[in-house]
């Protein structure tokens, strides 16, 4: 493998894990509604499961309140479902047409166990963000031995392998910091 080909490798790979951790952080709490807080879930209808967003339009009319108003009417029923059975700690509120479900303000203790949560996903990230580096950095090397390129080209390309391993690290940080924030406003 040419060494541009491992670092468009790479970075491809990193950029895997920062929206990896993007989703991961848009599923936390903020104290305020959010449709992405219902992404996880997933609907058995029509004989296999799906996601709630190909079955339902999802909405935040007030700052504590998501809607969820299926296409199909008949689906209701399996749509609260699979709200209880996503165990996201809100009782689904079924009025016949649509599913409200109230989110209740966070207290101090349950707003630092989000922290945590969002520290332990930016790290899995990094970690992972890691691993990728350490598979470059391995693909590099091997490249030298089997007499691919020279050894100033495995050295700039672990060089180059290290920049791009820092600047996904950095962006994994202000992703965390960003959604902590949001979480202690």
């Known amino acids: 493998m040419q060494a ?13 894990a920062i929206l990896k951790l993007k989703q991961n952080l848009t599923g936390i709490r903020t104290g305020r509604a959010n449709p992405g807080l219902v992404d996880s879930v997933r609907i058995d209808v029509y004989g296999s499961p799906c996601p709630l967003k190909q079955v339902a339009t999802v909405a935040c009319p007030e700052s504590n309140q998501i809607v969820i108003r299926p296409f199909d009417a008949t689906t209701l029923k399996e749509i609260e479902k699979g709200i209880i059975a996503a165990d996201l700690g809100y009782t689904p509120n079924n009025d016949g047409r649509v599913i409200r479900l109230n989110i209740p303000p966070l207290s101090a203790q349950v707003r630092q166990k989000m922290v945590t949560r969002i ?18 950095n391995k693909t590099a090397d091997q490249g030298e031995k089997d007499k691919e390129y020279s050894e100033d080209v495995r050295d700039t390309t672990k060089e180059e392998i ?8 950095d962006e994994a940080v202000e992703l965390a910091k960003s959604r902590e924030k949001d979480v202690l406003d």
Not at 4 to 16: G, H, N, T
Not at 119 to 136: H, M, T
Not at 162 to 169: A, D, P, R, V
């Open 4 to 16: 541009d080909e491992i670092l468009l490798d790479i970075e491809d790979r990193m950029e895997k």
């Open 119 to 136: 520290r332990e996903l930016c790290e899995e990230s990094k970690i992972a963000i890691r691993n990728v580096r350490r598979d470059g």
């Open 162 to 169: 290290q920049k791009l391993t820092k600047k996904y690290e």
